[in-house]
């Protein structure tokens, strides 16, 4: 009894102890952790799990799916570390500081040299940068505790894939899908929309999707200036000659301006439930067109319809005033240019050419031409100059010339904004509406200058109806002897003759005075039109916009170039003149240097015994000195807008 006693209780030791044995084994297994034993049971397909209102969730992970994420050479516990064995249920909510995990990921790679292996990291860290920065990374205003949108609301850490232009990238189809998530009515617009249509129904993945307007990552609030010009630049990723003209208007000038009070792309076409433009319900459609415009333009009318936003210049058949306003614009630009150019190169050349051969000094030196030298006896004669220009023409050149100069800043920043210096420009100025207000206070000035010649040109021709001569001596309408002398010039340039004389005012000059008219006419008549587009809706057609826009530019970039280079040399540049020419600031010249550039009238004056009465006293010296400060300035400040202007047109800077 004894012996099976003993028997007995070995075997119950024995027993005991392989059973802990055992379940040491066991639990040691069940502490193991891989992601193999993970898939074991969420592999399978119909692996639920209630939640806490009994409502079954799947907690499926497809395992060759997981295999092909980037995520695949990761445990599982290395996000879900709140878990302790099988079978396991979480103790808290997964949110894995993905944000962390990657940046300490990419520092231990560098520290080891395994960086090849995770080459794909620094992509991925200058992503979260953006999104740090972001509206998704905001607190949430219901709930502070958690942001607007964390990684793995949008990307699925089991699935995520490589970044790979070819593959890596979230399926497109998908991304509506996940943005409308939180963003539902959205998704609905965008549903309806051409873009959701071609995306979602036709399986276009060339179509826009949410990312493609407001970015992956680096989301802003839709009101803030950034993304409203990060979104319209963004259509122009795949509308990219629509984006082009529109460029070419005053709503984009203004926009890419880096300002938001124009027009966008958004404004006239919608934003989710964009229509293609024959959709009537589309808010470009030719029905509602005006209605869109009415958005901004309250009082606009019926010309709006037939405005071109995105017109070319190379479509005669589709936009003909455009393409013949352009070509003739760009024309008379090469006609202009090519003349004048060609007419300052000879002239500088025959100069030098005649100062090299001694023929005449660069200045005139009026001691050389006193009959006798100054002795005691006899002191010298004061040097006596001719007045030329009264005190009215005088203060109306100067308000002209400062009224152009704002003009230029002010209207060829507009006209070429994505040049580098133009958005400095406008800023310095205090925004595009200062800009504007500056510009249209230019404008005024010219007008001012521009009406009171008028005003005087006609009062001077009723007062002196039965004298005044239109094409003689002192009239500045071209008559036949300019002809004669611009022929006598060019003849001059090639050493074919001497240089012509000149009545009181050369052929230049004339040109020079009646540009600016020209000038006005063009640039003034387009301004208001532009100026006041709502008015101009009602009674010009809305292509005349687009015509108004190009004539303004043009004729501008044209005053601009030539003021600030022909007329420059003409005045200023040319050895005669070099280094600037202050009559027009002190209103005389000296005698001889009249006698040599107004030969034909003083010798009309001295026949007529008339010469004494246009002779004066040199002008003070603090009078001489001032004209010499300020012609210096206005030389500097138009020959800098001009180096700005030439810089832009070739894309220099």
């Known amino acids: 009894m004894v012996h099976l006693s003993t028997l007995l209780f070995t075997f119950l030791i024995s027993l005991t102890l392989t059973s ?35 409502i079954n969730i799947s907690l499926h992970i497809t395992p060759e799916h997981f295999q092909a994420s980037s995520h695949s050479i990761l445990n599982c516990i290395d996000c879900h570390d709140d878990l302790q064995g099988f079978p396991h249920q979480t103790t808290k909510k997964i949110a894995a500081e993905c944000t962390h995990c990657h940046q300490q990921t990419w520092d231990k790679a560098q520290l080891s040299g395994a960086t090849e292996k995770y080459r794909q990291l620094p992509n991925v860290l200058e992503q979260i940068d953006h999104y740090r920065t972001s509206i998704h990374a905001q607190p949430n205003t219901q709930d502070p505790s958690r942001t607007n949108a964390y990684c793995n609301d949008c ?15 979230i399926n ?3 991304v509506p899908a996940i943005c409308g998530r939180c963003h539902d009515q959205p998704l609905q617009e965008y549903r309806e929309s051409v873009h959701g249509q071609e995306v979602l129904s036709k399986g276009n993945l060339k179509a826009a999707i949410c990312t493609d307007c407001h970015s992956s990552h680096a989301i802003e609030k839709p009101a803030g200036d950034n993304i409203q010009l990060l979104i319209g630049k ?21 926009n890419t301006l880096g300002e938001t009070q124009t027009a966008k792309c958004y404004d006239c076409h919608g934003s989710h439930g964009v229509k293609r433009p024959s959709d009537p319900l589309s808010m470009v459609h030719p029905d509602n067109i005006v209605e869109t415009c009415n958005t901004c333009h309250e009082t606009g009318g019926a ?31 090469i006609g202009v240019f090519s003349f004048f150019y060609l007419h300052s190169l000879l002239w500088f050349y025959a100069e030098w050419r005649d100062r090299r051969k001694m023929r005449k000094a660069q200045h005139i030196n009026t001691a050389k031409l006193q009959e006798e030298a100054p002795t005691a006896a006899k002191p010298e004669k004061s040097q006596k100059f001719v007045r030329r220009f009264g005190p009215i023409w005088r203060i109306a050149h100067l308000i002209l010339a400062l009224g152009v100069m704002i003009l230029v800043i002010t209207g060829m920043a507009l ?3 994505q040049s580098a210096w133009a958005p400095m420009a406008i800023t310095t100025l205090g925004g595009v509406e200062s800009a504007g207000l500056l510009h249209r206070i230019g404008g005024l000035m010219f007008a001012t200058v521009f009406f009171g010649t008028t005003f005087y040109a006609i009062y001077f021709m009723i007062r002196n109806r039965r004298t005044w001569q239109p094409f003689g001596p002192n009239s500045m309408i071209p008559n036949l002897n300019d002809l004669w002398c611009l022929i006598g010039m060019f003849k001059w340039f090639f050493g074919l003759g001497p240089r012509p004389h000149f009545d009181r005012w ?9 540009a600016p008219f020209w000038g006005l006419t063009i640039v003034g008549v387009s301004g208001v039109m532009l100026w006041n587009p709502e008015i101009t809706s009602h009674f010009l057609p809305g292509w005349s916009f687009n015509v108004a826009t190009i004539v303004h530019g043009e004729e501008a970039f044209l005053a601009a170039v030539f003021l600030f280079s022909v007329h420059y040399f003409n005045c200023h540049f040319r050895p005669d003149k070099f280094p600037q020419d202050i009559c027009m600031f002190t209103g005389c010249i000296p005698l001889d240097e009249y006698k040599h550039e107004h030969s034909i009238e003083y010798d009309r004056l001295v026949a007529n015994g008339e010469l004494e009465s246009y002779l004066v006293d040199p002008p003070s010296t603090p009078m001489k000195v001032s004209s010499l400060i300020l012609g210096a300035v206005l030389i500097l400040i138009g020959v800098g807008e001009l180096i700005l202007v030439v810089g832009a047109f070739f894309h220099l800077f």
Not at 20 to 48: P, Q, S
Not at 234 to 254: A, D, K, R
């Open 20 to 54: 802990g044995a055992v379940a040491a084994t066991w639990n040691e297994h069940r502490l193991e952790l891989t992601n193999e034993n993970c898939l074991g049971c969420h592999g399978i397909e119909d692996f639920t799990m209630p939640n806490g209102e009994q």
């Open 155 to 169: 990307h699925d850490p089991h699935y995520l894939s490589p970044i790979n232009p070819s593959s890596g990238e």
């Open 172 to 174: 497109r189809e998908q």
């Open 234 to 254: 963004n259509c122009g990723n795949c509308h990219e000659e629509n984006m082009l003209s529109y460029i070419n208007t005053y709503h984009g000038q203004v």
């Open 303 to 333: 010309g709006f319809a037939t405005f071109a936003p995105h017109g070319t210049t190379d479509n005669f058949d589709k936009y003909p005033g455009i393409y013949i306003a352009y070509h003739f614009m760009i024309w008379l630009l």
């Open 415 to 417: 006209l070429f904004p």
């Open 506 to 514: 050369a052929y230049w000059e004339k040109f020079d005075f009646w």
